[in-house]
């Protein structure tokens, strides 16, 4: 009987050590590059401010009519920028209202002060659009209604010219 229990024993520890030198090999842990970029992606990069790239040429009404039809298709498209969850805009359909109505908007909203008596000019919305944390005051940091935009350029969701596109069609919106 004793002879036995040993032999159980023994063979429990033979396991236990084969399991433990497996599971080794298959996790490489954090001291690996791999698991050292998948932390390193879990922590949100802070607020950037941007400048509008040279070759993003908003002052040119021609360049911004052109542009603007990109930026159209990405602020309606549910993959990519996916602004219409949000914002309503013209010929969007199933339009979100988290944010507010984009209709119109270079005669209506923009005209009107931003939170902290902030003056609204092209490189605030291109801002806008890239990182809006930059313009929210520290006094409306913990209101939800100011901070649920998604970030787009730091977070790399969009590219400075997708960015730039989308300003583009926000300037067209009369
Ligand atoms: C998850 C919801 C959400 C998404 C997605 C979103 N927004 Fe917003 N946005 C908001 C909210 C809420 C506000 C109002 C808060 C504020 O003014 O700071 C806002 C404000 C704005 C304003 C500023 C209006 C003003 O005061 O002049 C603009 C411009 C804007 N959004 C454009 C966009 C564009 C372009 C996209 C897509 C790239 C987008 N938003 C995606 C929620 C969203």
């Known amino acids: 009987m004793k002879f036995l229990k040993k032999i159980g024993i023994s063979l429990l520890a033979v396991t236990s050590i084969t399991v433990l030198y497996a599971d080794a090999q298959n996790c490489p842990g954090i001291e690996s590059p791999d698991g050292r970029q998948a ?3 879990d922590i949100p990069p802070g ?3 941007y400048a ?3 070759n993003c040429k908003l002052t040119d009404p ?3 009519q052109k542009k603007a039809e990109e930026g159209r298709k990405l602020y309606l498209s549910t993959k990519i920028a996916n602004c219409v969850a949000c914002h309503c805009a013209p010929n969007a359909t199933g339009c979100g209202d988290v944010g507010p ?3 119109g908007y270079m005669n ?4 009107a002060e931003y939170i902290g008596g902030q003056k609204k000019d092209i490189q605030w919305l291109f801002q806008r659009v890239a990182d809006f944390r930059v313009q929210i ?7 939800p209604y100011f901070n649920t935009m998604t970030v787009n350029l730091t977070t790399g969701a969009l590219t400075y010219d997708q960015v730039c596109a989308i300003t583009a069609y926000l300037m067209t919106l009369k």
């Open 52 to 54: 509008i790239p040279d």
């Open 101 to 103: 109505d984009l209709t």
């Open 62 to 64: 021609k360049f911004v």
């Open 47 to 49: 607020p950037t401010i």
């Open 108 to 111: 209506t909203l923009f005209k």
């Open 137 to 143: 005051p520290p006094e409306f940091k913990d209101n």
């Open 39 to 41: 932390l390193l992606k």
